[in-house]
Nanobody, 124 residues
Framework: QLQLVESGGGLVQPGGSLRLSCAGS????????IGWFRQAPGKEREGVSC????????NYADSVKGRFTISRDNAKTTVYLQMNSLKPEDTGVYYC?????????????????WGQGTQVTVSS
């Protein structure tokens, strides 16, 4: 049974960096595409980034392009989200989930249950 656990959140000043981790178990690591999603207070959950099982396909929301980088280590069954140049509007709870793959490309549509997420707060 697929299980994903998020970690790495925290409080950071604007312009700072954080690296989130999504540790997986109960599955063949390279089989699933994995995505990161976030939910800001009072807003709907939105897709941030995703990566295919092989790591050959990535996708980013326009709001984070050029600042966030997604990567995966299949040997460790872990997906990372490196977040640089953070802005207050990046504040929210970040979740990872398995995502749909269409023609070998990841799509930010979740297909697994949500975990507890990890809180990211960008504030001075």
């Amino acid at each position: 049974q697929l299980q994903l656990v998020e970690s790495g959140g925290g409080l950071v000043q604007p312009g700072g960096s954080l690296r989130l981790s999504c540790a997986g178990s109960g599955f063949t690591s390279s089989y699933y595409g994995i995505g990161w999603f976030r939910q800001a207070p009072g807003k709907e959950r939105e897709g941030v980034s995703c990566i295919s099982g092989s790591g050959g396909s990535t996708n980013y929301a326009d709001s984070v392009k050029g600042r966030f980088t997604i990567s995966r280590d299949n040997a460790k069954t872990t997906v990372y989200l490196q977040m640089n140049s953070l802005k207050p509007e990046d504040t929210g709870v970040y979740y990872c989930a398995a995502v749909r793959i269409v023609q070998a490309m990841c799509v930010m549509i979740p297909v697994s249950r949500w975990g507890q997420g990890t809180q990211v707060t960008v504030s001075s």
